[in-house]
């Protein structure tokens, strides 16, 4: 069985001196919670069985006083894997880099955000330190589980050891979108995104999450995606979505607790039946706290009916308070507190309760099944998981969830009042509409909501991402750089000398021929003309070349030959002896391209040597001759264009060997290969191709035992071999040319009869 390690910042425990006496505990929070839970409930019957589980972190103690700690530690779900990392270092790594400028800058303050020099090298210390701990400990059978703004470069430094380790990286916070990443250092930002990237799988809360990311390394590394998978050092990546979720029977059953009724009652006599408004949450600017308040004096001063009827109860618990903005922040609170108390409120009456606490789950539990309404109004949140926990409390079905639609949760618990914190006015109104919502309508939006959180709980949270990760890593082995070795040759040699009904399946550019700085100079040589010839004489033999060039070119240079030819990756083809014909399903609106080709010429004149080439269905930028840099730069945001423009029109964007290309939808080698084998039936085929278009064709043949596939470059692929260049694959045209194939001459008879 395998070992899975769970890698955070902190290990799950707490340490501290107590009398001179080491004190050790359980530690709590969202993260710790969400990982035990599913090693408890599933971690050894769910998708994946681990014979042993480690959890590697920062102890946040001398490595003397971890020593003395260890044998008081009781949870016995994980072997504990220690980080060291001095004070000085991980102060600017933790309060520095990861809270001091990731935090702010993920969830949208780019203005509180420090670019320290010292944060960033102690940052990337702090993640080596974890790989100088996980070395001898780790081999390729592993599964790491990376968790967090924390770690992003951890999963490529240990990569760079374990080339076949299992790695999953989630991300527990927002994922910005490109133009506010982009206001870090260059070199940060590459260190971060080629960091994430070193994981097998890598999980966000929300699509717009996962969808920043994928913009972001386009525009940063130039690295597209194909249905949210990613190649990268010839490797794929999965980027997925996984709403994190909780222990959906832990918050519902609390709801009859002896412990939680008594202070449930004990709340509700206190506030003198008055209508309950909670919230809670962690001392950040990001939670919208001074939003939460302004609404709630404006619902008091639009709606006084509600005057000394409601009392808000907010408890705020202290985090990162030696972190300045986070110290100025709790001091402007509190002043706003105390100010709002004396100008709204009256001697009997206190419209806000706050509490600065820690509170325990069963004074959690108490408060969520005593309110009337949780008000949650973060201006940025990953998740949100109070939300989910607020829902499933209530075991009763009373109770309103006004959420802002900034929190990752409000696009599963749709059944809320979602509100934006930004709009005082709006929700104003929503606590007001929550406040005087009938006790059915509120149990008819519980249950909804209950639903979801039941079904989609910490538990299937996490097989869900273990199962997907174990995917990921099976579709890595069917996309693998092989090179057509001897032994391969000589079983594809064997088979083409046994088989009547032989298929080749050739690209052009790349395959057959080099790539010429000028498309029009890539003509066939004599050579390679009388090989095509040879071969196609063989009636055994029925040859495609499968191209994404013009119909033109590819007529004028190869329309003698007894072959069929395949254009503009599908959308016109010719059979030998026949003329040009295309089929009605991409005929289309003419407008599209004249749009296209203004975009594109816009970026012709920004990139010096690039050209555009006009087809019949289709439009293509080259960027070969252009300077690599710039290319690099100009093709990334001429992508982003495109894909932006395109979005609700029938044609598609792909990037291929230098080139971004725009055609009808649909319009794809793959879709070409599929007519011809519904055709005829082939007990041989042999598809050789160089770009990223091929392996739309490849992928179509992985489901033919019959066929070999084959790769031109170094690059790996869906098909099961690869050859370096142009020339080898001639070559190994002309070693099948050459082969005496059994049977053909009397099929040679035949014919000539």
Same mark, same amino acid.
């Given at each position: 069985?395998?070992?899975?390690?769970?890698?955070?910042?902190?290990?799950?425990?707490?340490?501290?001196?107590?009398?001179?006496?080491?004190?050790?505990?359980?530690?709590?929070?969202?993260?710790?919670?969400?990982?035990?839970?599913?090693?408890?409930?599933?971690?050894?019957?769910?998708?994946?069985?681990?014979?042993?589980?480690?959890?590697?972190?920062?102890?946040?103690?001398?490595?003397?006083?971890?020593?003395?700690?260890?044998?008081?530690?009781?949870?016995?779900?994980?072997?504990?894997?220690?980080?060291?990392?001095?004070?000085?270092?991980?102060?600017?790594?933790?309060?520095?880099?990861?809270?001091?400028?990731?935090?702010?800058?993920?969830?949208?303050?780019?203005?509180?955000?420090?670019?320290?020099?010292?944060?960033?090298?102690?940052?990337?210390?702090?993640?080596?330190?974890?790989?100088?701990?996980?070395?001898?400990?780790?081999?390729?059978?592993?599964?790491?589980?990376?968790?967090?703004?924390?770690?992003?470069?951890?999963?490529?430094?240990?990569?760079?050891?374990?080339?076949?380790?299992?790695?999953?990286?989630?991300?527990?916070?927002?994922?910005?979108?490109?133009?506010?990443?982009?206001?870090?250092?260059?070199?940060?930002?590459?260190?971060?995104?080629?960091?994430?990237?070193?994981?097998?799988?890598?999980?966000?809360?929300?699509?717009?999450?996962?969808?920043?990311?994928?913009?972001?390394?386009?525009?940063?590394?130039?690295?597209?995606?194909?249905?949210? &998978?990613? !190649? /990268?050092?010839? @490797?794929?990546?999965? =980027? +997925?979505? #996984?709403?994190?979720?909780?222990?959906?029977?832990?918050? *519902?059953?609390?709801?009859?607790?002896?412990?939680?009724?008594?202070?449930?009652?004990?709340?509700?006599?206190?506030?003198?039946?008055?209508?309950?408004?909670?919230?809670?949450?962690?001392?950040?600017?990001?939670?919208?706290?001074?939003?939460?308040?302004?609404?709630?004096?404006?619902?008091?001063?639009?709606?006084?009916?509600?005057?000394?009827?409601?009392?808000?109860?907010?408890?705020?618990?202290?985090?990162?308070?030696? &972190?300045? !903005? /986070?110290?100025? @922040?709790?001091?402007? =609170? +509190?002043? #706003?507190?105390?100010?709002?108390?004396?100008?709204?409120? *009256?001697?009997?009456?206190?419209?806000?309760?706050?509490?600065?606490?820690?509170?325990?789950?069963?004074?959690?539990?108490?408060?969520?099944?005593?309110?009337?309404?949780?008000?949650?109004?973060?201006?940025?949140?990953?998740?949100?998981?109070?939300?989910?926990?607020?829902?499933?409390?209530?075991?009763?079905?009373?109770?309103?969830?006004?959420?802002?639609?900034?929190?990752?949760?409000?696009?599963?618990?749709?059944?809320?009042?979602?509100?934006?914190?930004?709009?005082?006015?709006?929700?104003?109104?929503?606590?007001?509409?929550?406040?005087?919502?009938?006790?059915?309508?509120?149990?008819?939006?519980?249950?909804?909501?209950?639903?979801?959180?039941?079904?989609?709980?910490?538990?299937?949270?996490?097989?869900?991402?273990?199962?997907?990760?174990?995917?990921?890593?099976?579709?890595?082995?069917?996309?693998?750089?092989?090179?057509?070795?001897?032994?391969?040759?000589?079983?594809?040699?064997?088979?083409?000398?046994?088989?009547?009904?032989?298929?080749?399946?050739?690209?052009?550019?790349?395959?057959?021929?080099?790539?010429?700085?000028?498309?029009?100079?890539?003509?066939?040589?004599?050579?390679?003309?009388?090989?095509?010839?040879?071969?196609?004489?063989?009636?055994?033999?029925?040859?495609?070349?499968?191209?994404?060039?013009?119909?033109?070119?590819?007529?004028?240079?190869?329309?003698?030959?007894?072959?069929?030819?395949?254009?503009?990756?599908?959308?016109?083809?010719?059979?030998?002896?026949?003329?040009?014909?295309?089929?009605?399903?991409?005929?289309?609106?003419?407008?599209?391209?004249?749009?296209?080709?203004?975009?594109?010429?816009?970026?012709?004149?920004?990139?010096?040597?690039?050209?555009?080439?006009?087809?019949?269905?289709?439009?293509?930028?080259?960027?070969?001759?252009?300077?690599?840099?710039?290319?690099?730069?100009?093709?990334?945001?001429?992508?982003?264009?495109?894909?932006?423009?395109?979005?609700?029109?029938?044609?598609?964007?792909?990037?291929?060997?230098?080139?971004?290309?725009?055609?009808?939808?649909?319009?794809?080698?793959?879709?070409?290969?599929?007519?011809?084998?519904?055709?005829?039936?082939?007990?041989?085929?042999?598809?050789?191709?160089?770009?990223?278009?091929?392996?739309?064709?490849?992928?179509?043949?992985?489901?033919?035992?019959?066929?070999?596939?084959?790769?031109?470059?170094?690059?790996?692929?869906?098909?099961?071999?690869?050859?370096?260049?142009?020339?080898?694959?001639?070559?190994?045209?002309?070693?099948?040319?050459?082969?005496?194939?059994?049977?053909?001459?009397?099929?040679?008879?035949?014919?000539?009869?």
């Amino acid at each position: 069985m395998k070992r899975l390690f769970i890698l955070s910042n902190r290990l799950p425990v707490t340490i501290w001196h107590e009398k001179d006496q080491i004190k050790v505990s359980n530690s709590s929070g969202g993260l710790v919670s969400a990982i035990s839970s599913y090693i408890n409930h599933s971690g050894n019957t769910g998708t994946e069985k681990f014979s042993e589980k480690f959890w590697v972190g920062i102890p946040g103690c001398s490595e003397k006083v971890w020593e003395s700690a260890t044998v008081q530690l009781t949870d016995d779900a994980f072997g504990y894997l220690p980080v060291f990392v001095p004070p000085k270092a991980y102060d600017q790594y933790y309060n520095g880099l990861s809270n001091s400028v990731l935090w702010p800058l993920f969830h949208y303050f780019p203005s509180y955000a420090e670019y320290n020099a010292q944060y960033f090298d102690n940052y990337i210390a702090a993640n080596e330190a974890f790989v100088a701990a996980l070395l001898s400990k780790l081999n390729d059978d592993d599964i790491l589980w990376i968790h967090d703004y924390h770690l992003l470069p951890l999963a490529g430094k240990i990569r760079a050891h374990f080339p076949k380790i299992t790695i999953g990286f989630f991300l527990h916070i927002p994922f910005p979108s490109f133009e506010i990443f982009r206001l870090m250092p260059s070199r940060w930002q590459e260190e971060f995104l080629k960091g994430m990237l070193g994981a097998d799988l890598i999980g966000f809360h929300t699509i717009d999450y996962a969808s920043h990311f994928l913009e972001t390394i386009q525009m940063v590394l130039n690295i597209e995606n194909e249905h949210h &998978i990613v !190649k /990268y050092q010839n @490797r794929l990546i999965k =980027i +997925d979505v #996984f709403p994190i979720s909780i222990d959906y029977e832990k918050y *519902n059953s609390a709801y009859k607790l002896p412990e939680v009724a008594s202070k449930r009652k004990t709340y509700r006599e206190q506030f003198n039946q008055q209508k309950i408004i909670f919230s809670v949450d962690r001392l950040d600017y990001t939670k919208g706290v001074f939003c939460r308040l302004k609404a709630y004096e404006r619902f008091l001063v639009k709606y006084p009916e509600f005057k000394e009827k409601v009392v808000f109860v907010m408890v705020i618990v202290p985090s990162r308070d030696t &972190i300045k !903005k /986070y110290a100025e @922040r709790k001091t402007e =609170i +509190d002043g #706003f507190i105390g100010d709002f108390n004396s100008r709204i409120g *009256n001697i009997t009456w206190k419209p806000v309760n706050y509490q600065y606490t820690h509170l325990d789950f069963h004074d959690l539990m108490a408060l969520y099944t005593a309110c009337d309404l949780a008000l949650i109004t973060p201006l940025r949140d990953g998740m949100n998981l109070v939300a989910k926990e607020f829902i499933s409390s209530r075991q009763d079905l009373q109770g309103v969830l006004v959420l802002s639609e900034m929190a990752g949760a409000a696009r599963e618990l749709t059944d809320a009042l979602t509100i934006n914190p930004n709009d005082i006015e709006g929700t104003a109104d929503s606590i007001r509409a929550g406040l005087r919502m009938p006790a059915e309508q509120q149990s008819k939006k519980l249950v909804n909501m209950q639903k979801r959180v039941r079904q989609y709980d910490i538990i299937a949270w996490g097989e869900d991402f273990m199962n997907e990760l174990s995917l990921i890593k099976i579709k890595q082995k069917e996309f693998e750089f092989k090179f057509l070795n001897p032994e391969a040759i000589e079983a594809l040699i064997g088979k083409y000398k046994s088989r009547k009904n032989r298929l080749l399946l050739l690209d052009y550019d790349g395959t057959l021929v080099p790539f010429s700085a000028v498309p029009e100079q890539a003509a066939p040589d004599r050579n390679l003309l009388k090989l095509l010839h040879h071969l196609s004489e063989d009636p055994g033999n029925d040859i495609f070349i499968v191209s994404g060039r013009d119909s033109g070119s590819l007529d004028r240079w190869l329309g003698h030959l007894n072959i069929n030819i395949i254009a503009e990756h599908g959308a016109k083809f010719k059979r030998k002896g026949s003329g040009w014909k295309t089929s009605i399903v991409y005929m289309s609106d003419e407008n599209w391209k004249q749009n296209i080709l203004q975009v594109m010429q816009k970026y012709e004149l920004r990139c010096a040597n690039t050209f555009i080439e006009k087809k019949d269905y289709s439009v293509a930028w080259h960027f070969r001759n252009a300077e690599p840099e710039q290319a690099k730069v100009r093709s990334a945001e001429l992508f982003t264009e495109l894909n932006d423009y395109s979005k609700d029109l029938n044609i598609q964007v792909f990037k291929g060997n230098k080139v971004i290309e725009v055609r009808i939808k649909g319009m794809d080698k793959g879709y070409a290969v599929k007519q011809i084998l519904k055709e005829k039936a082939y007990d041989f085929i042999l598809a050789c191709g160089d770009d990223y278009t091929d392996e739309d064709m490849f992928r179509v043949l992985t489901k033919y035992d019959e066929a070999f596939t084959i790769k031109i470059g170094y690059e790996a692929s869906y098909a099961q071999f690869n050859l370096y260049t142009p020339q080898m694959t001639v070559s190994l045209l002309e070693m099948l040319s050459r082969i005496p194939v059994a049977g053909n001459e009397l099929r040679l008879k035949e014919k000539n009869a």
